[in-house]
Every structure is written in structure tokens, then in C-alpha cells.
């Protein structure tokens, strides 16, 4: 099988296109043959050895797929052969066979193509484990999403919506703003052209904004949390700008307010049972037309490297899929 490796850390371009033998099964696991696999802004760091997890070399980038099973390992029972899948690995599904736990895959519906089904479990799990279950996010609160138009803020605008929540998408252009509208958000920022704190809260009103949604980092963090009301939540899901900022305590207390870290990596690994059943969820509002899964564009496995450059590129809107013809 074909098998994008990163053999040395390095840029997207340093990635090599290998043939490695077929995986096979241990208990309780399946290989399954992929089709697609959804690229990550985390997977532009994890080749660069810039990201909290550090796979032992080579590894393959790649930490979402959908693809068919063609193999069951001793005590396997379901999914069965042939069935559509799609799951979560953190990292090393950008190959034509990966071996994952059969428990931990989820059944594609037969009315959802496996190209959006490999991009929709981490952006869509972040964001409705960063709303929902770290966020408290209530009907009628105003959300400020930044990096809206991006990955997992595309997925906080639609989440965000479902949730019914007032949604402000942030982003740094007025195309990236209007895309965000166009997938639900209430109002739109473009904090290139406006003071981010000012804006959001006048936006906010008196009572300030509840929830910021926070992929980006650098000095809008601060700022947004400046906007943020009285038992405010700052949702802490990464730092897409590259700077990790420091935030001063001082501000958590004078308006009663959380910063909230979100770890969907961990949780999904911690909790498999919580995992299988956010895909379903997901899987469910892709189905009826409530989320979008929006891909915005499609490389082969080879041109992995370029697909990447988009994402670090900051040219994305949704997500990018790399696909084997499988
Ligand atoms: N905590 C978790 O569990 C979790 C899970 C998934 C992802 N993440 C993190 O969330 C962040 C976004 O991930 P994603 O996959 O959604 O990425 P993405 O699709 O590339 O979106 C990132 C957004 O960040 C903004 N941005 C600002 N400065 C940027 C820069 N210098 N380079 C690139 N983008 C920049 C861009 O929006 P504008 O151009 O509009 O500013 C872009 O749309 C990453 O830091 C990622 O590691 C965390």
C-alpha cells in the first residue's frame, strides 16, 4: 500500500510517498481500506515536531479517515466486511490501510459520502465538545467564534446555531465573513479591518458576550476576553496565530468568568463511548442538512504536501480531504 511518511521533521514538502506492506489486524481491531482522509491544521505541526503529541518517526500524518473494512481481526463481529466507516487515529491515517480498533469506528449512513465523513469528526467533535460539554453553551447566548471560517470554526458557527446561540463569526476577511453567513452566523467581524474588543462588545450589549470560541490565540485572546461578560467562558482550542498567549488572572475575576481548556484529542481517547456517540450525533446533522461538512477542496494521497501548504497557508475554508481512488 501507499503511505504519505514523515521520516524527518520538517515543512510539509520534506513528507515522502512510501510503499509499505498491508497491515493486518490484532484482536479486536479491522483494517480498513481508506478513501479519504481529513487533513488537520495540528497536522501541520505534528510533522514539524511543533505539537503536543510526538510520534516516534516515521509515522504518517493524517488523524481522520472514512474508508471500507476488507479485514477483521480475532473477536471482531461488527463492523463487518464491506461496511463503510470512518474514525479517529490522531495521526497515521494518511495511507491506503490503517488498523484501527473495530469499537471506536463509526458506520458512514449509506446517503453520506465518505469524502465528507473523513472531515467531519474533529473540527465537528471539537467544537460540540467545546460548546456543549466544556462551554455550557445556553439558547439565547451570543457566541463570538475567531477563525471562523477555518476548520473548527466553521464548525463552532453551525454548532453554535443548532445550539441556538446568537453567533458572531470573526474572521480576517470580509470573503471569509460572508462564507461564515452563509453557513448560519448572525453577524460577522473582520478584526484586520475592526478593534476586536471594541467591536464585540458593542455587539455584546450590556450584558457583554457569554462564550468566545478561541482557535487562534495571539493577541485577540485578550482581547476577546476583555469582551466577555459577567460568568463569560473563554474556550481555549488552539493557536492557529502561533503565539500562545498569557492571560491575566485579574480579568477571570473581575467578571466572574472561566477560561476553559478543550482537549478533544484526550477526551476521545479517554472516552470511547462518548466518541462513537458524538460521530452518530454528527453524522445525524450532516444527513439532515443541519451541519455542512463543508470540504473545500480535494488532493490525491501523493500531492499530500500541497494540501497541507493550503491549510498553513491560512486559505481553507472548511476543510481539506486527501483522497486514495479507493
Ligand atoms: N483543542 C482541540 O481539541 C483542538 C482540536 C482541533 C484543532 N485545534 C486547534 O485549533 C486551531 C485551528 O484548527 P483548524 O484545523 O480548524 O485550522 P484551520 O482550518 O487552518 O483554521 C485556523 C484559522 O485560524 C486563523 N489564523 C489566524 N492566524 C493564522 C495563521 N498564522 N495561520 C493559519 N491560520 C491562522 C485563520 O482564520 P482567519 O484567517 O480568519 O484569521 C484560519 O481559518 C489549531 O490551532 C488547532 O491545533 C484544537
Not at 510517498?17 to 498491508?22: E, G, H, I, T
Not at 478584526?191 to 487562534?216: C, H, N, S
Amino acid at each position: 500500500m501507499k503511505a504519505v511518511l514523515c521520516v524527518r521533521h520538517g515543512p510539509p514538502e520534506a513528507l515522502e510517498l512510501a510503499d509499505l506492506p498491508d497491515p493486518v489486524p490484532g484482536p479486536g481491531e479491522v483494517v480498513v481500506e481508506v478513501s479519504a482522509i481529513g487533513l488537520n491544521f495540528f497536522d501541520t505541526l505534528i510533522i514539524r515536531d511543533l505539537y503536543q503529541q510526538k510520534p516516534e518517526l516515521p509515522f504518517s500524518p493524517g488523524g481522520e479517515f472514512s474508508g471500507r473494512v476488507v479485514a477483521l481481526g480475532e473477536g471482531v463481529t461488527f463492523p463487518k466486511p464491506g461496511a463503510r466507516v470512518c474514525g479517529y487515529l490522531s495521526y497515521g491515517a494518511a495511507r491506503e490501510r490503517v488498523v484501527a480498533r473495530a469499537d471506536r469506528l463509526a458506520v458512514v449512513p449509506d446517503d453520506l459520502d465518505l469524502v465528507r465523513a473523513a472531515g467531519l469528526i474533529v473540527t465537528y467533535g471539537t467544537s460540540l465538545y467545546a460548546l456543549r460539554d466544556r462551554g455550557d453553551l445556553k439558547p439565547g447566548e451570543t457566541l463570538a467564534v475567531l477563525g471562523a471560517a477555518g476548520g473548527v470554526g466553521l464548525a463552532a458557527v453551525e454548532l453554535g446555531k443548532i445550539l441556538g446561540a446568537r453567533v458572531i463569526a470573526c474572521a480576517s476577511s470580509a470573503d471569509k465573513i460572508a462564507f461564515a453567513r452563509a453557513h448560519g452566523a448572525d453577524v460577522g467581524l473582520d478584526y484586520t479591518q475592526e478593534d476586536l474588543k471594541a467591536r464585540l462588545k458593542e455587539l455584546g450589549g450590556a450584558d457583554g458576550i457569554d462564550v468566545v470560541f478561541d482557535p487562534v490565540g495571539g493577541e485577540q485572546s485578550e482581547q476577546a476576553l476583555r469582551a466577555l461578560g459577567w460568568c463569560g467562558r473563554l474556550l481555549v482550542i488552539g493557536f492557529a496565530a502561533g503565539e500562545i498567549p498569557k492571560l491575566p488572572l485579574n480579568l477571570l475575576l473581575l467578571k466572574n468568568c472561566d477560561a476553559r481548556g478543550v482537549a478533544f484529542g484526550t477526551q476521545a481517547r479517554r472516552d470511547g463511548a462518548w466518541l462513537t456517540a458524538a460521530i452518530a450525533e454528527l453524522m445525524d446533522y450532516a444527513r439532515a442538512g443541519r451541519i455542512s461538512a463543508h470540504v473545500d477542496a480535494t488532493f490525491p494521497l501523493a500531492r499530500c504536501a500541497e494540501a497541507l501548504a493550503e491549510i498553513a497557508g491560512r486559505r481553507v475554508k472548511g476543510k481539506v480531504v486527501l483522497t486514495t481512488g479507493l
